[in-house]
């Protein structure tokens, strides 16, 4: 019914940078907050960045300073802005959007990840 796609993920060393993009489809309504969550080998997934509709965000104190949410609502997309990698930062980043279906029902998705390596 709605799905999310993640792009922009890959390999990188120390001290760079990437873009996570996440773009939602199906038959949506209203898309409400949308974030990104990580989650490394052997740990819990966790919040890395959240951005509502009227784009208030707030971020991870691991990451505030490096990296920036975005969204662009007629695009229905999200991104996720990564600069000064560190090699904590590996792990498998998943979009996450509180939708606001056809249906008036409100849905908790996720997409797929997109796994970002960090080398040292």
């Known amino acids: 019914q709605v799905q999310l796609v993640e792009s922009g993920g890959g390999l990188v060393q120390a001290g760079g940078s990437l873009r996570l993009s996440c773009e939602a489809s199906?038959?949506?309504?209203?898309?409400?907050?949308m974030g990104w969550y990580r989650q490394a080998p052997g740990k819990q997934r966790e919040l890395v960045a959240a951005?509502?509709?009227?784009?208030?965000?707030n971020y991870a104190d691991s990451v505030k300073g490096r990296f920036t949410i975005s969204r662009d609502n007629a695009k229905k997309t999200v991104y996720l802005q990564m600069n000064s990698l560190k090699p904590e930062d590996t792990a498998v980043y998943y979009c996450?959007?509180?939708?606001?279906?056809?249906?008036?029902?409100?849905?908790?998705?996720w997409g797929q990840g997109t796994l970002v390596t960090v080398s040292s």
């Open positions: 199906g038959k949506i309504f209203r898309i409400n907050d």
């Open positions: 951005i509502s509709r009227s784009n208030v965000s």
């Open positions: 996450n959007a509180v939708v606001l279906a056809a249906t008036l029902n409100t849905l908790n998705a």
